[in-house]
């Protein structure tokens, strides 16, 4: 189903990107005894820079708020998100003034996921750690320490 959100844009900057009206993901975390875990999405050869991991997120559509739009795109491609336990924080990565990704940190009680969709191969819940000996997404890798830092001010 194509959404309002869907299509390149170019953008301010001179870089063409995803999202009409920009884009979110969620990295979600759930808490073990022995720290926490986070999601990643693998994603697929059909989505940009496929065979790298990620958090699961998408487009924006028309008038929705980033939250809103990262854990829409994040059911589409994972499935069902249990209960929102806390968002813990987030990062912007906006380099025009007319686009822009947004990074939310969000607690759930339990893991959950898998592939649900074309643009997802695969889904794992790893430590912190690991994920730093995952190829990440390079958007995601450059997002990485500061969503790192939410998680561990978090779960501390």
């Given at each position: 189903m194509r959404r309002t959100g869907d299509g390149f844009l170019q953008c301010s900057d001179g870089h063409v990107r995803w999202g009409v009206?920009?884009?979110?993901?969620?990295?979600?975390?759930?808490?073990?005894?022995?720290?926490?875990?986070?999601?990643?999405?693998?994603r697929?050869?059909?989505?940009?820079?496929?065979?790298?991991?990620?958090?699961?997120?998408?487009?924006?559509?028309?008038?929705e708020t980033p939250l809103d739009g990262a854990l829409r795109g994040a059911s589409e491609e994972v499935g069902a998100i249990p209960e929102v336990v806390e968002v813990l924080g987030h990062t912007v990565f906006g380099p025009s003034d007319d686009w822009a990704y947004t990074t939310f940190v969000v607690e759930v009680p339990r893991e959950f996921g898998a592939s649900v969709n074309f643009e997802t191969d695969a889904v794992a819940w790893d430590t912190l750690d690991e994920v730093e000996g995952r190829e990440l997404h390079a958007g995601f890798a450059a997002a990485?320490?500061?969503?790192?830092a939410i998680i561990e001010r978090a779960t501390a």
């Open positions: 009206y920009g884009a979110a993901g969620v990295v979600f975390v759930v808490r073990f005894p022995d720290g926490p875990r986070v999601m990643l999405q693998k697929s050869q059909f989505a940009h820079e496929g065979g790298t991991w990620s958090c699961a997120g998408g487009a924006l559509d028309a008038g990485w320490p500061e969503l790192r």
